[in-house]
T-cell receptor, first 113, second 111 residues
Framework: DSGVTQTPKHLITATGQRVTLRCSPRSGDLSVYWYQQSLDQGLQFLIQYYNGEERAKGNILERFSAQQFPDLHSELNLSSLELGDSALYFC????????????FGPGTRLTVL | GEDVEQSLFLSVREGDSSVINCTYTDSSSTYLYWYKQEPGAGLQLLTYIFSNMDMKQDQRLTVLLNKKDKHLSLRIADTQTGDSAIYFCAEVVRGGNKLTFGTGTQLKVEL
């Protein structure tokens, strides 16, 4: 158990819908990262927040957004969902902003029908 | 640029050693990681090596880093059926924060 929690574990929804994925980092960690794992793209970095502020952006679509709250938990919002958004979404956390070891949560499996 | 490559599949017999290889192209990588993903599970951090090291040993795991060839390997001694999983190498470049992952190597351990 890494100490990073994610909810829900599974999510099934329809095209065009909007969903919110939630992540709680390990105690003491200030950074939260979101990654997407899909069969065709592999594991890709989406976005990082550090202590409430956006720190880095990767291959995140404009339909996706994220935020980190004062209690340091983070939410990833996915809107206007398409079939291709079906994937495993991981959250990771680390102590600092850069080059700190990242610990991953169990992931949320999103299926868009 | 950043590109991390791994062979897709490795099959070994229980009790043998497994060697999983990884090549990367970004010479400014500072930390290189190995993660394990079991079916239906998240990514478990196995070990990591700092770029100024050549080798790191942690119980059954040995990591070798050849910076000249940008080659990283993970050796698992006395491989067990519980080691069957997908293994990912990942790098973080100097001053960076995102992990760039390899394609993953599926390790199958046969009796």
């Amino acid at each position: 158990d890494s100490g990073v929690t994610q909810t829900p574990k599974h999510l099934i929804t329809a095209t065009g819908q909007r969903v919110t994925l939630r992540c709680s980092p390990r105690s003491g960690d200030l950074s939260v990262y979101w990654y997407q794992q899909s069969l065709d793209q592999g594991l890709q970095f989406l976005i990082q927040y550090y202590n409430g502020e956006e720190r880095a952006k990767g291959n995140i679509l404009e339909r996706f957004s994220a935020q980190q709250f004062p209690d340091l938990h983070s939410e990833l919002n996915l809107s206007s969902l398409e079939l291709g958004d079906s994937a495993l979404y991981f959250c990771a956390s680390s102590v600092g902003q850069t080059t700190d070891t990242q610990y991953f949560g169990p992931g949320t499996r999103l299926t868009v029908l | 640029g950043e590109d991390v490559e791994q062979s897709l599949f490795l099959s070994v017999r229980e009790g043998d050693s497994s060697v999983i290889n990884c090549t990367y192209t970004d010479s400014s990588s500072t930390y290189l990681y190995w993660y394990k993903q079991e079916p239906g599970a998240g990514l478990q951090l196995l070990t990591y090596i700092f770029s100024n090291m050549d080798m790191k040993q942690d119980q059954r795991l040995t990591v070798l880093l050849n910076k000249k060839d940008k080659h990283l390997s993970l050796r698992i001694a006395d491989t067990q059926t519980g080691d069957s999983a997908i293994y990912f190498c990942a790098e973080v470049v100097r001053g960076g924060n995102k992990l760039t992952f390899g394609t993953g190597t599926q390790l199958k351990v046969e009796l």
